[in-house]
């Protein structure tokens, strides 16, 4: 190779299946159940705090871990959802965005020859970061209909190599949750182990039937060894605003604010003084997120009552799966895009999420949509 070449870093990796589907809806007209973002509006009241705050003048730098109202009111959000206690200004990091909180948590803890234990289907943006940190990624399969974890296969995965694992709960794309006996064994297993966590928890606040989620908060112990991420965007209906966070131990935090202050250095200083006065204010908009999906997701479930589609259980995230074995042997790239091209409904398929694709033929859908829309989907599902 000569120098005025360069060898790619990721060979693997080409454009996501969300920018597919997304892009191949537009192109038919199709309605677009496949990329997770709402199609209603974020709350009015977090809209004018922003364009206030743009209006004053609030336009430049923030400090690189984050606006200190924001932190406050991030650390107040969490001792009133879960009873812990942390120290703002020192354990809280707000980043454009969970990807970016992500990225930034593997490139902190993972160095060359390090290996991360990712259960799949997994959300795409794990696997490139641990690359790209000169790690390497341990896949354990979760398996439809109830996408379990195995702790003993987990266990039996740990080698003298393994750095830690990423957990996602409530989980994309199946919609389970890690139940507190998941939470005390992972704890377990860590701990023996002395490996880290890193919890995404984008999605801590939409959960349904009364199922609580089991935040890492709850377990003081894994905390202490643990990075937590959580996203703005799926909790305000604002995923183009890119607004997440990072809380860590101080000493982890410390280290991640050395890299995060060379990825972003930080983030949009409008959007984190409106954040902060909607989580300051507005505190029952999170604890009404439950009730506004669960109706959702009731609407769709029951709109497909008469489908062909076996619907599997869903208990949190704004997303549902389906079974079609019993529609089409259609692998379910192919199935999702003949789904899209020929009858008008784009999904997401699931083997894209894996390392090894199980012999399954589930399709996700995302409800964070009108109910006009969910409708009219169904009603097209309905028929085939």
């Known amino acids: 190779m000569s120098k005025s070449e360069f060898q790619s870093k990721l060979p693997n990796v080409g454009t996501t299946i ?14 677009n159940l496949s990329q997770g973002f709402p199609e209603f509006e974020m709350p009015s009241f977090l809209k004018n705090k922003v364009n206030e705050a743009i209006e004053q003048g609030k336009n430049q730098y923030s400090p690189a871990d984050g606006n200190p ?13 879960y009873g812990c206690s942390i120290d703002a200004s020192k354990m809280v990091t707000v980043t454009s965005g969970a990807t970016e909180a992500l990225f930034v948590a593997i490139n902190t803890l993972v160095v060359a020859g390090d290996e991360v234990i990712i259960f799949d289907p997994a959300y795409d943006s794990y ?13 354990i399969p979760l398996l439809a209909p109830d996408y379990r974890v195995d702790w003993a296969q987990v266990a039996a995965a740990v080698t003298n190599k393994t750095k830690a694992i990423i957990t996602n709960s409530p989980h994309n794309p199946t919609g389970t949750l890690l139940t507190k006996e998941d939470m005390l064994l992972l704890q377990k297993l860590v701990l023996d182990n002395q490996l880290y966590l890193i919890s995404d928890e984008v999605y801590e606040f939409i959960t349904f039937d009364n199922q609580q989620h089991e935040s890492v908060y709850l377990y003081p112990k894994l905390f202490e060894r643990s990075f937590v991420i959580s996203s703005f965007g799926k909790t305000f209906h604002c995923t183009g605003w890119k607004m997440g966070y990072c809380v860590a131990p101080e000493s982890f935090a410390a280290e991640y604010r050395k890299v995060h202050q060379f990825v972003t250095f930080c983030s949009s200083t409008p959007f984190q003084v409106g954040i902060a006065q909607m989580l300051e204010n507005n505190t029952e908009h999170i604890s009404e997120l439950p009730e506004f999906y669960q109706e959702k997701r009731d609407i769709l479930v029951n709109a497909l009552t008469k489908s062909r589609f076996k619907v599997l259980p869903c208990l949190g995230t704004y997303f549902l799966l389906l079974d079609y074995s019993e529609i089409s042997d259609k692998h379910d ?52």
């Open 18 to 31: 969300f920018t597919e589907m997304s892009g191949l809806a537009i192109k038919t007209g199709a309605i």
């Open 69 to 81: 109202d924001l932190q406050k009111q991030i650390a107040k959000l969490i001792e009133r959802q």
């Open 127 to 139: 696997e490139p970061a641990i690359e790209l940190a000169g790690g390497k990624c341990i896949h």
């Open 333 to 384: 790239r192919d199935f999702c895009n003949w789904l899209t091209i020929e009858k008008g409904v784009a999904t997401i398929p699931l083997s894209p999420f894996y390392q090894t694709p199980p012999d399954s033929k589930v399709i996700r859908l995302c409800f964070a949509k009108n109910e006009d829309t969910l409708i009219k989907a169904a009603e097209i599902l309905s028929q085939l």
